[in-house]
């Protein structure tokens, strides 16, 4: 295999060659890909624009080059160009919410097998294709829940302010409702919004968790550091003076970094209800999957903060069962167009 030096840098306007254009024919396909593949092998250069093959701008044409290729025919996205979400905003009362639009693609479900922290659940690995969808950029809050349904249910409702006094806090996450409650929210918002929304699938919930087509392979959503994205037990107590000792709690949604489609809270602070039916993974590659037909208990996703860092990763799923509200678990939106 053949490694070339290359002396230029990557050039701009009118006259630069087409990123990935490999054989100068003014479209990036697969010709492209049998052309870098061939100069590799073989140090053909008959038909190879250098500067274009060189996809990633490492300054020299390699296998590196064939995968960033391959990648973008793909997915249709350069990994290394920032992504710019496109975001919907809507209003209840006085709360304001985004959702961000989650551009389809195909993707890798589920925990490899060399992941040693995977549960057997969490496997087999198998091929998911998602068309586009747009998802909450954070958790819904108590307040968008309080906007919409009059009231809270929530069991962290409150922020300490001194030793006996006490605020609403709902800029927290919404927890401790039926699957039935959020079915009644969702009714109750399409009334107020004129827009359908509905809970995620399982693997629109993943594949978001993982940053979409943007995706930098993390273990958790948005980082390797499970402290930067995810509010958990090892990080989510806070000093309550009145008790006079530290509790942990849900905090403010979107204080930890976002992934990288600017997507918040997806490990920990609460976990989140998906419309699945729980049940095992097939390895057969899906199209836009929505689960299991029936079942007693719905799929939840993305740790919370009274559970440990291990539930946080992008793979980790658990059972929920619908009658039972839990402190721990809230929920996150999909806009239907």
Same mark, same amino acid.
């Given at each position: 295999?053949?490694? *070339?030096?290359?002396?230029?840098?990557?050039?701009?306007?009118?006259?630069?060659?087409?990123?990935?254009?490999?054989?100068?024919?003014?479209?990036?396909? %697969?010709?492209?890909?049998?052309?870098?593949?061939?100069?590799?092998?073989?140090?053909?250069?008959? *038909?190879?624009?250098?500067?274009?093959?060189?996809?990633?701008?490492?300054?020299?044409?390699?296998?590196?080059?064939?995968?960033?290729?391959?990648?973008?025919?793909?997915?249709?996205?350069?990994?290394? $160009?920032?992504?710019?979400? $496109?975001?919907?905003?809507?209003?209840?009362?006085? $709360?304001?919410?985004?959702? %961000?639009?989650?551009?389809?693609? /195909?993707?890798? *479900?589920?925990?490899?097998?060399?992941?040693?922290?995977?549960?057997?659940?969490?496997?087999?690995?198998?091929?998911?294709?998602?068309?586009?969808?747009?998802?909450?950029?954070?958790?819904?809050?108590?307040?968008?829940?309080?906007? %919409?349904?009059?009231?809270?249910?929530?069991?962290?409702?409150?922020?300490?302010?001194?030793?006996?006094?006490?605020?609403?806090?709902?800029?927290?996450?919404?927890?401790?409702?039926?699957?039935?409650?959020?079915?009644?929210?969702?009714?109750?918002?399409?009334?107020?919004?004129?827009?359908?929304?509905?809970?995620?699938?399982?693997?629109?919930?993943?594949?978001?968790?993982?940053?979409?087509?943007?995706?930098?392979?993390?273990?958790?959503?948005?980082?390797?550091?499970?402290?930067?994205?995810?509010?958990?037990?090892?990080?989510?107590?806070?000093?309550?003076?009145?008790?006079?000792?530290?509790?942990?709690?849900?905090?403010?949604?979107?204080?930890?970094?976002?992934?990288?489609?600017?997507?918040?809270?997806?490990?920990?602070?609460?976990?989140?209800?998906?419309?699945?039916?729980?049940?095992?993974?097939?390895?057969?590659?899906?199209?836009?999957?929505?689960?299991?037909?029936?079942? /007693?208990?719905?799929?939840?996703?993305?740790?919370?903060?009274?559970?440990?860092?291990? *539930?946080?990763? $992008?793979?980790?799923?658990?059972?929920?069962?619908?009658?039972?509200?839990?402190?721990?678990?809230?929920?996150?939106?999909?806009?239907?167009?």
């Amino acid at each position: 295999m053949c490694l *070339m030096a290359l002396s230029w840098l990557p050039m701009s306007g009118q006259n630069a060659p087409m990123r990935g254009d490999v054989d100068g024919n003014q479209a990036v396909n %697969v010709t492209d890909v049998i052309v870098l593949l061939n100069y590799l092998q073989y140090n053909d250069a008959s *038909m190879i624009d250098m500067t274009a093959a060189d996809v990633n701008y490492s300054n020299s044409v390699d296998i590196s080059d064939v995968i960033e290729l391959i990648n973008y025919l793909i997915n249709n996205v350069w990994t290394d $160009v920032p992504y710019e979400p $496109v975001i919907e905003t809507f209003t209840v009362g006085d $709360v304001t919410f985004n959702m %961000v639009k989650v551009t389809g693609g /195909t993707f890798m *479900m589920g925990a490899s097998d060399d992941d040693a922290l995977a549960k057997s659940w969490e496997k087999p690995r198998h091929e998911v294709t998602l068309s586009d969808y747009y998802i909450g950029e954070t958790e819904v809050t108590q307040g968008l829940w309080k906007a %919409v349904m009059g009231s809270n249910p929530s069991w962290f409702q409150y922020a300490y302010e001194s030793d006996y006094a006490y605020t609403d806090d709902l800029t927290r996450p919404v927890e401790r409702m039926t699957y039935a409650n959020i079915q009644s929210f969702l009714t109750k918002l399409k009334q107020k919004t004129g827009k359908t929304f509905r809970l995620p699938t399982e693997a629109e919930w993943e594949f978001a968790a993982r940053g979409g087509n943007y995706s930098k392979g993390y273990t958790f959503p948005g980082s390797d550091d499970i402290d930067e994205v995810a509010w958990h037990t090892g990080n989510s107590s806070l000093y309550v003076p009145n008790a006079d000792r530290y509790e942990n709690m849900p905090h403010p949604v979107g204080t930890k970094a976002p992934n990288e489609l600017g997507i918040y809270d997806m490990g920990g602070n609460v976990a989140e209800w998906t419309s699945d039916w729980y049940g095992l993974y097939s390895d057969a590659a899906v199209t836009n999957p929505t689960g299991p037909a029936s079942g /007693t208990a719905r799929v939840v996703r993305g740790g919370s903060w009274g559970q440990a860092w291990r *539930m946080n990763r $992008v793979s980790y799923r658990y059972e929920g069962f619908p009658t039972s509200p839990n402190v721990n678990t809230g929920l996150r939106l999909v806009l239907v167009e």
